[in-house]
Nanobody, 127 residues
Framework: QVHLVESGGGLVQAGGSLRLSCAAS????????MGWFRQALGKEREFVAA????????AYADSVKGRFTISRDNAQNAVYLQMNNLTPEDTAVYYC????????????????????WGQGTQVTVSS
């Protein structure tokens, strides 16, 4: 089991940027897919981005393409989400997640593919 702790959330104005971090412990971080999901109030949790264990493959939700960038540092057991040009629609609790399943572009956006989850960090974007 991988223990995940997110940080970096906060309040930002529309058009601003935030960088989320997720620190992992336990398990073999360098061999697992990492993902970011978010859940807005009253809505279901949705996929945001994912990164292959090598860092060489990424996937993004259409709503964040071109604005968000996922990256990882296997030496630091960390994954990051750089969020630029934020809008009020990006307001949500953001969750880091770890998957031990084989990377498949058709599956990485599915909640069910992820085995371990962090507690979440709140991102609020004001208009």
């Amino acid at each position: 089991q991988v223990h995940l702790v997110e940080s970096g959330g906060g309040l930002v104005q529309a058009g601003g940027s935030l960088r989320l971090s997720c620190a992992a412990s336990g398990g073999t971080f360098s061999s697992i897919t990492m993902g970011w999901f978010r859940q807005a109030l009253g809505k279901e949790r949705e996929f945001v981005a994912a990164v292959h264990w090598s860092g060489g493959r990424t996937a993004y939700a259409d709503s964040v393409k071109g604005r968000f960038t996922i990256s990882r540092d296997n030496a630091q057991n960390a994954v990051y989400l750089q969020m630029n040009n934020l809008t009020p629609e990006d307001t949500a609790v953001y969750y880091c997640a770890a998957s031990r399943s084989r990377w498949l572009y058709s599956q990485v956006a599915q909640n069910s593919e992820y085995d371990d989850w962090g507690q979440g960090t709140q991102v609020t974007v004001s208009s």
